[in-house]
C-alpha cells in the first residue's frame, strides 16, 4: 500500500508558477506509475498528467500541455508537477494518485491510492 501526501500548492497570479510535490511511504514505490489529477468546484476530477514507473513516460492533458512537466525522484519517493504559465481556468485542488506497474490515462477510477490534496488558486 502507498501513502501519498501532497504539499506546495498556494496562490499565484496569472501566467506565474507553481511546483506541488507528492511524497509517498513504503518501498515499493518504483513499481508504482504516479499521476496528478485536479478538481475545480463543482467540476469532476480530470486527468493531468501521469508518469511510468521508470520516469521515461509521460503523458498530459491537452489543456496542459506544454505548460506542465510530472517528474519522480525514485531515490526520494517524489512526484512532482511543474506549472508554468499558469490560468485562472487552472484553479483546482490538485491531488496526486498512484497504481501499481502500468501508467494509464484516463478517469480517477483507473487510480487506486490518493492523496488529500493541495488547493492551487490562480488570480486573474
Known amino acids: 500500500q502507498v501513502q501519498l501526501v501532497e504539499s506546495g500548492g498556494g496562490l499565484v497570479q496569472a501566467g506565474g508558477s507553481l511546483r506541488p510535490s507528492c511524497a509517498a511511504s513504503?518501498?515499493?514505490?518504483?513499481?508504482?506509475?504516479m499521476a496528478w489529477f485536479r478538481q475545480a468546484p463543482g467540476a469532476e476530477r480530470e486527468f493531468v498528467a501521469a508518469?511510468?514507473?521508470?520516469?521515461?513516460?509521460?503523458y498530459y492533458a491537452d489543456s496542459v500541455k506544454g505548460r506542465f512537466t510530472i517528474s519522480r525522484d525514485n531515490a526520494k519517493n517524489m512526484v512532482y508537477l511543474q506549472m508554468n504559465s499558469l490560468k485562472p481556468e487552472d484553479t483546482a485542488v490538485y491531488y496526486c494518485?498512484?497504481?501499481?506497474?502500468?501508467?494509464?490515462?484516463?478517469?480517477?477510477?483507473?487510480?487506486?491510492?490518493w492523496g488529500q490534496g493541495t488547493q492551487v488558486t490562480v488570480s486573474s
Open positions: 494518485a498512484s497504481r501499481l506497474l502500468t501508467v494509464l490515462v484516463g478517469p480517477p477510477q483507473l487510480y487506486d491510492y
Open positions: 513504503g518501498r515499493t514505490f518504483r513499481n508504482y506509475a
Open positions: 508518469i511510468s514507473r521508470g520516469g521515461l513516460s509521460t
